[in-house]
């Protein structure tokens, strides 16, 4: 069973950045991010292939975020910059070990997630 470990969570102040990664136990496909505010969906945030010649955000996140990965370490990065206030939002990330058909931006597409640390972005 694949397990994902995250780490970089945490308080910023607006206008800072932050840097979450993500590591899993053995190999991994697709690897995306997601985040989730209290009491709504869970919201497509980025996505690498594994060879990391597809890299996708989402339209929201206004070039702001960026994501990679090392799979000499089976580590994912979310490096994110000028970071807006909002309530407490946890930052998931999620892999596949198998390609499957669902969309890179889909929750489904994904049996493996990290716990999702919070990120707090105070004004």
């Known amino acids: 069973q694949l397990q994902l470990v995250q780490s970089g969570g945490g308080l910023v102040q607006a206008g800072g950045s932050l840097r979450i990664s993500c590591t899993a136990s053995g190999y991994t496909e697709g690897m995306a991010w997601f985040r989730q505010a209290p009491g709504k969906q869970r919201q497509f945030v980025a996505f690498?292939?594994?060879?990391?010649?597809?890299?996708y955000y989402a339209d929201f996140l206004k070039g702001r975020f960026t994501a990679s990965r090392d799979n000499a370490k089976n580590t994912a990065y979310l490096q994110m910059n000028s970071l807006e206030p909002e309530v407490p939002v946890a930052y998931y990330c999620?892999?596949?070990?198998?390609?499957?058909?669902?969309?890179?931006?889909?929750?489904?597409?994904?049996?493996?997630w990290g716990p999702g640390p919070q990120v707090t972005v105070s004004s």
């Open positions: 999620a892999s596949e070990i198998n390609i499957n058909g669902a969309a890179f931006y889909a929750v489904l597409r994904y049996a493996y």
């Open positions: 690498n292939n594994r060879s990391g010649t597809k890299t």
